[in-house]
């Protein structure tokens, strides 16, 4: 759940930065965890008053610099976010003094051309080791870097294709372009709704996002001072929202709920997962020793109001190893270690 912020120098990437992680973490550092905004929490606190209340967080990492026009992003910089899951991308589409499709057009191609570069080298190798011996390389190793060169050899990124770029001989190798990427399309105030952007594609998404001021709301410590103040420039949601729910959408994450007088809690989970690999994302041992799981829809949750109407209701139902955990799920694990 790490994502990495980057784009030409002066685009605006650490006024996004900022706005996401608020003043004192930026000035503390490049790097933040942030809570994923998530409205179902609401109702459930009305309900529990709990003691505690845990959102599911997000790293985020700013990464400084970013070459320049016609310099490319630079090797430092893909090299810095190469770790992460995910990456967010800005553009200027403020300034007037660069044009954001090219900037997008030039970050994919940075990255295409570097994911070019590591294929290449590799298969060299390969190539020299099978002169030797034949049986020292890993032929699906070689066939799977084959077809990713093909792919990007067309100009198409890795994360467009999902059978070659999960295949597992190229794991390792942490493709830029096999990455979900955020393109934040960075504008002056109010024109958010003009920017044309582009077409989604799987893996890629788009958002216009006034970063600036975005950085001055997230300065606002008073809710009040803030609500009132987002009325005023007519914003019904923080563009902020967005971003991490967009990431967190792109991460492949989806959220389950624990709810109850002591804590009620996000849980963040990848999508598809079983009930035992829910348990996991708790503590290991619920997954070593698990047994049931009781699952609550959440609207029928928040309609009976409480666990023993949802029992009585027949809404609650016990689940086993093979279940697959849905967004927003109310879940208690039954489990002996």
């Not at 009930?275 to 708790?282: C, E, K, L, R, T």
């Not at 009781?294 to 928040?302: K, M, R």
């Amino acid at each position: 759940m790490k994502t990495a912020i980057f784009g030409f120098s002066g685009s605006g990437k650490t006024d996004l930065f900022a706005a996401l992680a608020g003043a004192a973490a930026a000035e503390a550092g490049n790097r933040a965890m942030i809570k994923v905004p998530d409205s179902r929490l609401g109702p459930l606190i009305e309900l529990f008053s709990p003691k505690k209340i845990t959102y599911s967080e997000i790293e985020y990492l700013d990464i400084p610099g970013g070459g320049g026009k016609g310099t490319g992003l630079g090797e430092r910089v893909l090299n810095e976010v190469r770790p992460y899951d995910c990456f967010i991308a800005v553009l200027d589409a403020f300034s007037g003094m660069n044009d954001p499709k090219q900037q997008w057009n030039a970050i994919e191609a940075d990255m295409m051309v570097t994911d070019m570069a590591v294929i290449e080298k590799r298969l060299e190798k390969l190539a020299k080791d099978k002169k030797k011996n034949a049986a020292l390389i890993d032929a699906k190793e070689e066939a799977a870097l084959m077809k990713a060169l093909a792919l990007l050899e067309e100009e198409t990124p890795l994360r467009e294709n999902a059978e070659i770029a999960e295949m597992p001989e190229l794991k390792g190798y942490k493709f830029l372009t096999a990455r979900p990427v955020l393109y934040a399309w960075n504008c002056p105030e109010g024109e958010e709704g003009d920017q044309e952007l582009p077409a989604d594609t799987p893996g890629m998404t788009h958002i216009a996002v006034a970063a600036k001021l975005e950085r001055e709301l997230a300065e606002i410590d008073d809710p009040e001072e803030k609500a009132m103040f987002l009325e005023d420039l007519g914003i019904t949601e923080s563009a902020l929202d967005k971003v991490i729910g967009k990431t967190y959408h792109l991460l492949g994450l989806i959220s389950y709920l624990t709810a109850g007088e002591d804590e009620c809690r996000t849980w963040p989970l990848r999508k598809g997962s079983t009930a035992p690999q829910a348990a996991a994302v708790i503590h290991t041992d619920f997954e070593k020793g698990f047994i049931r799981a009781e699952v609550i829809g959440y609207d029928d949750f928040i309609e009976l109001g409480d666990f023993k109407a949802c029992k009585d209701a027949g809404k609650a139902r016990l689940e086993g190893k093979e279940y697959i955990v849905q967004d927003g799920d109310i879940i208690e694990f039954r489990f002996n270690v």
